[in-house]
């Protein structure tokens, strides 16, 4: 598989809120197949959360830029806040690739999803759209034989497999912390962490 230099990550998601992982994982893929930028796009309402509870959007899109800030090749887009309703991906898609029509797009996903691509919405368009690029560890590679089993030979010529580094956060994990009153100490950015308490972000209820 080529990559141009001319290539554009983009790393989707709920981040509620954003952490250290979401950015450690971004710098690797970036520096591994030599991108040009990794975009950061928040979800307004992530389709697997329809119903649940979240952060309103506008403060995981603020923390978002926040994070991001010191890199200087990273960069958010507020796209599926403005287009509003579900964060559908192959919504999101089609619009970068009005924006971005002589860009390699490279949509990053984590190893554990490649296996479920074959369920997502008009995946075969997706894959014809952008190059999937699943972060993972060593024991995935497994995965593409569902792959092809699912979607075919060519669809699997459209994902890659990178072995990035393991970071055990979640922001499941963060907010649970947060409810206990514990540290965040090396889980998120200083800036983050100041903005969750500056809005009263995931506090205990009741």
Sequence with gaps: MTVTG???GI???TFDPIHIGHLRIAEAI???IALEQIIFIPAFVP???VGQDYAPAEHRYAMTELAVKPYTHFTVSDMELRRSGVSYTIDTLRELRQIYPDKELYFIIGADSVAQLHTWNSINE???LATFVAAGRPGYEGVMEEVVHHLGAAA???IMLLHTPEYDISSTEIRTRLHEGASLAGLVPQAVEQYINAHNLYQRQG
Excluded: C, D, I, V
């Design 6 to 8: 001319k290539g554009l």
């Design 11 to 13: 790393l989707g998601g």
């Design 30 to 32: 970036y520096e591994r």
């Design 47 to 49: 389709p697997h959360k």
């Design 126 to 128: 997706m894959l014809q």
């Design 156 to 158: 699997a010529e459209r």
